[in-house]
């Protein structure tokens, strides 16, 4: 079952390529959409006639080293809800939990930078409580997995009592999310047993940014050149994914390193799409090795969270691209000299060819140039690993970790 894998969350960590190769393509609705043996991988609800033909060289399926997973456009899917319909909302509120609710923060980056559409993102145990201001104008998106987690499904049920239509981005076909919700987009991850996710995260991703796309399209943003961008670099993503698995033995490395020093506590900063990044890496550290780990926006370094760096922290930090967001970039830099000098031993997920990173780094994980908003589907990866390969030279058993359930169903 573990597929030669030693334990699940190997395998699934090892299937992200062809889990987001799968989500692309089931964006088409294509007759040679992926079978990936999944449950939410049969009849996507992708009504819509008269889609162009995938184009998808599918060779490398099969295999995760292979090297062309490519998709050539994802300009031709459908939500299952009218092009007018999605003109008329004034607003876009993610609903989810846990690491969906990470996804989530990335969404609100792509629905306002390229749909330019305001977007909320809230935890879905929060949201009802709140009275939240919903009507017919707005469109509620809730992400989940399972497509059992209660407080997601009390989100959804609450949103469609105010008169707001509801999108379910799930991975189970036929569970009750989407049964519920007014339109779904699957993501095509394939069963995902770990209890910790991985592959689900990232295709919940690609599917936030299918959304975005596909609302952009429709609001005739699509031809403006950062949402060309990204539809091209979102095809390619697959094969960025499987470069950035290829270089992985370091990471490996350092989390055993890390194990063995006896660390208690890491810290993760970033900053715009890089902070529910530093979220993500935080909460995988938490579920699989039992460790304090905090994540926080960089900015925010000064209001607090410095007051925690001492000699020989670890602190991984997402940074952001130079060439794409050099303020940001340079902001970041400043960070990491700044912890740096309080003697945080540095960790820094950095494009390639950045080499503003390297006097100030102790480690340097390498991640791929892609369009800004898509960097957390390469830059979530090392966290991932990291946590992994922490936790099990830790003793733990990373597929089943204590007190956790795989999916929530009770508030
Ligand atoms: O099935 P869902 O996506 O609704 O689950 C939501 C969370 O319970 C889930 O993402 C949880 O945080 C994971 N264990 C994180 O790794």
């Known amino acids: 079952e573990k597929g030669g894998y030693a334990t699940f969350m190997h395998k699934e960590i090892a299937e992200q390529p062809r889990a987001v190769a799968a989500t692309l393509r089931g964006w088409t609705g294509g007759d040679d959409a992926p079978r990936f043996d999944s449950p939410g991988l049969d009849a996507p609800r992708f009504d819509s006639p008269g889609l162009d033909s995938p184009g998808i060289d599918s060779s490398g399926l099969d295999s995760p080293r292979s090297g062309s997973l490519r998709f050539d456009s994802p300009c031709s899917g ?183 020093a006896g660390t208690g506590t890491v810290l993760f900063l970033g900053r715009h799409v890089g902070y529910p990044v530093a979220l993500e890496g935080a909460l995988k550290l938490k579920e699989l090795a039992y460790m304090h780990a905090e994540g926080f926006a960089a900015g925010e370094l000064k209001h607090g969270p410095i007051a925690l760096v001492e000699e020989g922290l670890p602190v991984v930090v997402v940074v952001p691209s130079p060439r794409a967001q050099p303020v940001l970039h340079d902001k970041i830099v400043s960070n990491i000299q ?59 058993e990373v597929d089943q970790p204590r007190n956790l359930a795989k999916s929530v169903t009770v508030e």
């Open 338 to 396: 700044e912890i740096r000098a309080r003697g945080a031993r540095t960790v820094v997920i950095a494009e390639e060819g950045d080499e503003a990173v390297v006097p100030y780094a102790d480690h340097v994980v390498r991640v791929p140039v892609v369009a800004p908003l898509l960097a957390p589907l390469v830059a979530t990866v090392p966290l991932q690993v990291f946590a992994c390969e922490l936790a099990l030279a830790r003793g733990h």
């Open 78 to 260: 459908s939500l299952g809800i009218s092009d007018q319909a999605l003109r008329d909302f004034d607003k876009v509120v993610f609903v989810a939990c846990g690491t969906a609710f990470h996804a989530g923060l990335v969404a609100k980056h792509a629905v306002e930078q390229w749909a330019r559409v305001p977007c909320e993102v809230e935890l879905a145990s929060e949201f009802r409580y709140r009275g939240p201001l919903l009507d017919a104008r707005t469109l509620v998106v809730a992400v989940s997995q399972s497509g059992e987690t209660m407080d997601t499904l009390m989100a959804l049920r609450h949103a469609r009592e105010q008169g707001s239509s509801v999108l379910a981005i799930c991975n189970t076909n036929g569970s009750t999310l989407p049964r519920e919700a007014d339109a779904v987009l699957y993501t095509h991850a394939g069963p995902e047993v770990a209890v910790a996710s991985t592959k689900a995260f990232l295709t919940q991703l690609v599917a936030c940014y299918l959304v975005a796309l596909h609302l952009a399209r429709v609001r005739g943003a699509g031809a403006r050149a950062e949402v060309a961008e990204a539809a091209r670099d979102l095809a390619a993503m697959p094969g960025a994914v499987e470069r950035v698995l290829a270089g992985m033995e370091p990471v490996r490395e350092l989390a055993r390193s890390l194990a063995g």
